[in-house]
């Protein structure tokens, strides 16, 4: 991040994947699906919406769709922590058409956590808790664009990675999202 560059007001930065040699396990562990895309902050207070990249800046105007549900949802405010990913007829994840353009009004949110909801910070409770939460929001949602994210423990999880072609690992087989259950961001 450059040091001149004043961030937003408000702006938390999001929760990045850890690299690893190997599935951590255990029950305080949650694995998900590595996508290729951007990741996101996604902010709506009232009416006001902006989808942060890393380094804060606002991409609401390239992605629509991500911007029409979040209008949907029916809430005061909430802040979403995301990967803006396009996706391939197959409904794998594919970056050469995110990175294009040419592909913004298809762009989905695959959504990993919900930091805020009506104006209260949700980091202190546990993130499990908080992605139930995030579950329920977008089951409401009238615009789809919130895919469902999966979580399960290492084993079977990495057993769907082997069978599904998806980069839940990197081509040298050391990355992987994993974060405590605990996590928190910021």
Request: net charge neutral; glycine share 8%; aromatic share 10%.
């Amino acid at each position: 991040m450059f040091p001149w560059r004043l961030l937003p007001p408000g702006f938390v930065a999001p929760c990045l994947p850890t690299p690893s040699e190997r599935f951590k396990t255990g029950p305080d562990w949650v694995h998900e699906i590595k996508h290729d895309g951007y990741r996101l902050i996604a902010r709506r207070i009232e009416d006001r919406v902006k989808l942060y990249t890393r380094r804060g800046y606002n991409w609401a105007d390239r992605y629509p769709r991500i911007v029409d549900a979040l209008h949907s949802l029916r809430v005061r405010s909430v802040m979403i922590d995301g990967e803006a990913v396009v996706c391939s007829s197959d409904g794998r994840s594919d970056f050469d058409r995110l990175h294009s353009g040419g592909y913004d009004a298809d762009v989905l949110l695959y959504s990993f956590d919900l930091i805020e909801l009506n104006g209260d910070d949700l980091r202190p409770i546990p993130l499990d808790r908080r992605k139930g939460e995030l579950e329920k929001l977008v089951a409401a949602a009238t615009a789809y664009a919130f895919p469902s994210i999966s979580t399960a423990t290492a084993q079977p999880f990495s057993r769907m990675l082997a069978s599904s072609g998806l980069r839940g690992l990197s081509p040298s087989g050391e990355t992987f999202l994993t974060a405590p259950a605990d996590a928190r961001h910021g």
